[in-house]
């Protein structure tokens, strides 16, 4: 039996301070239709795909604006409809999302849902980018490291979808730790949304990189794990701040199979051969084979040598 799943990236352009979350789950479920009807069996989503990208404010004087981004269930009585729209089509999704825990902890969080509606997986980003104080001096804050806690679970995977899934988000995507904690696992097929801004305050040269940069750690991480990797982003100029939008489906070879050609909402269709992932898995990136975890002890017993 072929194991080729029909995978849609759906890619979100801006949503303004102001968009209610009904208006934004609207646009969701729009891309789940088109995705259904394209015949697709899974929909991935942004992170942080329900609201504007808030870290980009210091907000300490409008708290409750802050609190107006996260979810405190999932789903709410505003998430629900994307999730009856799934059980209905018959499709699942991941969707990225701002996490208020009943204890008040705040996590950049993910979410996957089987076709039935159920949530599969949870995810909550590991690698938290950005600063914790306010930084005036930037055209705009990144302050994700202030608006959430590092997730304490790590990568984990599942079996959904008959196949291997794991989760990412963002900034997890440019670290090979994230690709190759999964990859020890036997995923087959990694979501990551992202939100990235164009301009890098801290060092503008790398601004005119930022594509190539997300191709180059997307499709090293496909390739080195012999897995499929799906990269969605919110892309385009939301509230002043470009960001970058080429949302892409990569194969377990490397190379990318779909790329989206606009900053606004699209939809981008692959079929991945879930057992493309063996020819890679099982040669060239044969673990048990070839991989020397003794020769690689720094990379768990500290975050630097130097
Ligand atoms: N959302 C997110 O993780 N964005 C970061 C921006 C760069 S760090 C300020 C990224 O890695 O794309």
Redesign the pocket.
């Known amino acids: 039996m072929v194991r080729s799943i029909r995978v849609g990236a759906a890619q979100l352009g801006p949503i303004s301070r102001d968009a209610e979350r009904s208006e934004v789950v609207n646009r969701l479920v729009a891309l789940m239709r088109q995705a259904s009807d394209e015949g697709c069996q899974l929909v991935v989503f942004p992170?942080?795909a329900l609201t504007t990208?808030f870290?980009r404010w210091y907000l300490d004087d409008v708290p409750e604006e802050l609190d107006s981004y996260y979810e405190t269930e999932m789903p709410g009585p505003e998430t629900q409809p994307l999730f009856d729209e799934a059980k209905t089509l018959g499709i699942g999704f991941y969707l990225g999302y701002a996490e208020l825990t009943p204890e008040k902890t705040r996590y950049n969080s993910a979410v996957l849902v089987e076709a039935d509606g159920s949530i599969v997986g949870h995810y909550r980003?590991v690698?938290m980018?950005?600063h914790e104080e306010h930084e005036p001096d930037r055209p705009f804050q990144?302050l994700?490291r202030r608006y959430f806690k590092e997730g304490p679970d790590g990568f984990d995977v599942w079996e959904a979808f008959n196949g291997v899934i794991g989760m990412g988000?963002?900034?997890d995507?440019?670290w090979p730790e994230t690709y190759r904690v999964m990859g020890l696992q036997g995923v087959e097929l990694i979501l990551i949304g992202?939100?990235?801004?164009l301009h890098?305050a801290p060092d503008p040269s790398q601004n005119p990189l930022q594509s190539f940069h997300n191709q180059l750690v997307m499709q090293a991480g496909a390739y080195q794990n012999g897995t499929w990797v799906i990269g969605v982003a919110k892309g385009g100029v939301e509230e002043g701040v470009d960001s970058l939008a080429e949302s892409m489906i990569i194969a377990p070879s490397g190379q990318i199979v779909a790329q989206a050609e606009t900053t606004g909402d699209e939809l981008i269709v692959a079929d991945c051969d879930l057992d493309w992932c063996k020819h890679y898995k099982e040669t060239l990136f044969d673990f048990d084979r070839y991989r020397r975890p003794e020769m690689y002890k720094l990379i768990t017993e500290s975050k630097t040598d130097q």
Not at 194 to 197: G, R
């Open positions: 992170e942080l990208f870290p980003k690698h980018p950005g990144h994700e988000l963002c900034n995507r440019r992202y939100n990235t801004p890098y």
